[in-house]
Antibody
Framework: QVQLQESGPRLVKPSETLSLTCTVS????????WSWIRQPPGKGPEWIGY????????NYNPSLKSRVTISLGTSRNRFSLKLTSVTAADTAVYYC?????????????WGQGTLVTVSS | DIQMTQSPSSVSASVGDRVTITCRAS??????LAWYQQKPGKAPKVLIY???SLQSGVPSRFSGSGSGTDYTLTINSLQPEDFATYYC?????????FGGGTKVEIK
């Protein structure tokens, strides 16, 4: 059973960079696409982007593309999110998730989520 | 981007009821649609993929249907554990997008 866990600062100041790491256990990161999704309080989820397990393919939501970087960690089974120049509108629960595009095209494993607040 | 519109935004129902939730896409999805259930403080959990295929481990009272731009999630014989918020998500094209959610509440 694949498990994912987000970690990183829960409070970020406006104009600074939000950085989160996702640690994958119970399975290898060496398959599928590894995604970040966020959900503002009381709203539906928003897909941020993904990275393929080889690290040579990324795909970002155009609404965030200029500010987002998703990368594989130096440690095995980790991947990261960086979102620059944050504002209060970036306050949300951030989830990492595994995207199965092989046929089901669903996010079938999710982390528990971490609430990141942007405030001075 | 493909816009996903869910209706209703909330529904009140009793245990044993049948509940139907609709998701309409701004363009055709060729059945690349999934449904998720989310409980408070938890991550979404996939119920249905490719419009009508039941995810492993999901009770058979959940079913999905639809084609083109219009899709439906049906919950037969609503159980206490089914009170939650439900989201549709399209996988036809990038960026992947979700609906705004339908909250199923206890009547």
């Amino acid at each position: 059973q694949v498990q994912l866990q987000e970690s990183g600062p829960r409070l970020v100041k406006p104009s600074e960079t939000l950085s989160l790491t996702c640690t994958v256990s119970g399975g290898s990161i060496s398959t599928y696409y590894w995604s970040w999704i966020r959900q503002p309080p009381g709203k539906g989820p928003e897909w941020i982007g993904y990275i393929y397990y080889t690290g040579n393919t990324t795909n970002y939501n155009p609404s965030l593309k200029s500010r987002v970087t998703i990368s594989l960690g130096t440690s095995r089974n980790r991947f990261s999110l960086k979102l620059t120049s944050v504002t209060a509108a970036d306050t949300a629960v951030y989830y990492c998730a595994m995207y199965d595009s092989s046929g089901h095209s669903v996010f079938n494993y999710w982390g528990q989520g971490t609430l990141v607040t942007v405030s001075s | 981007d493909i816009q996903m519109t869910q209706s209703p935004s909330s529904v009140s129902a009793s245990v044993g009821d049948r509940v139907t939730i609709t998701c309409r896409a701004s363009q055709g999805l060729s059945s690349w649609l999934a449904w998720y259930q989310q409980k408070p403080g938890k991550a979404p959990k996939v119920l249905i993929y490719i419009a009508s295929s039941l995810q492993s481990g999901v009770p058979s009272r959940f079913s999905g249907s639809g084609s083109g731009t219009d899709y439906t999630l049906t919950i037969n014989s609503l159980q206490p554990e089914d009170f939650a918020t439900y989201y549709c998500q399209q996988a036809n094209s990038f960026p992947l997008t979700f609906g705004g959610g339908t909250k199923v509440e206890i009547k």
